[in-house]
């Protein structure tokens, strides 16, 4: 099994920053893409941002220039460094993994919340 465990969420004032972090355990293949998505209250996940196992990040352009994403793929670790965090960037954040091994492999994190005060 894999799993997914993310850190770092928070309460923050709008201009402010966080970083997020997800670690990732089990049964993993080398080449793979983790990513940041969230999820606002009456709204549908997106994308935030994905890195893939060669370093290939892709990011929502919304978050671009603003937001960060990096792993640590020895440790199977990623983390999202959010900087000048709008109230709009409230959400629950989710990490997810995907690979794809004879068909497609996805799993998700519980989300962490994050908050920005205006």
């Known amino acids: 099994q894999v799993q997914l465990v993310e850190s770092g969420g928070g309460l923050v004032q709008a201009g402010g920053s966080l970083r997020l972090s997800c670690a990732a355990s089990?049964?993993?293949?080398?080449?793979?893409?983790m990513g940041w998505y969230r999820q606002a209250p009456g709204k549908q996940r997106e994308l935030v941002a994905t890195?893939?196992?060669?370093?290939?990040?892709n990011y929502a352009d919304s978050m671009k220039g603003r937001f960060t994403i990096s792993r640590d793929k020895s440790r199977n670790t990623a983390s999202l460094q959010m900087n000048s965090l709008i109230p709009e960037d409230t959400a629950v954040y989710y990490c997810n993994v995907v690979w794809w091994l004879g068909r497609l492999r996805e799993y998700w994190g519980h989300g962490t919340q994050v908050t920005v005060s205006s």
């Open positions: 890195i893939t196992s060669g370093g290939d990040t």
């Open positions: 089990g049964n993993i293949f080398s080449s793979n893409t």
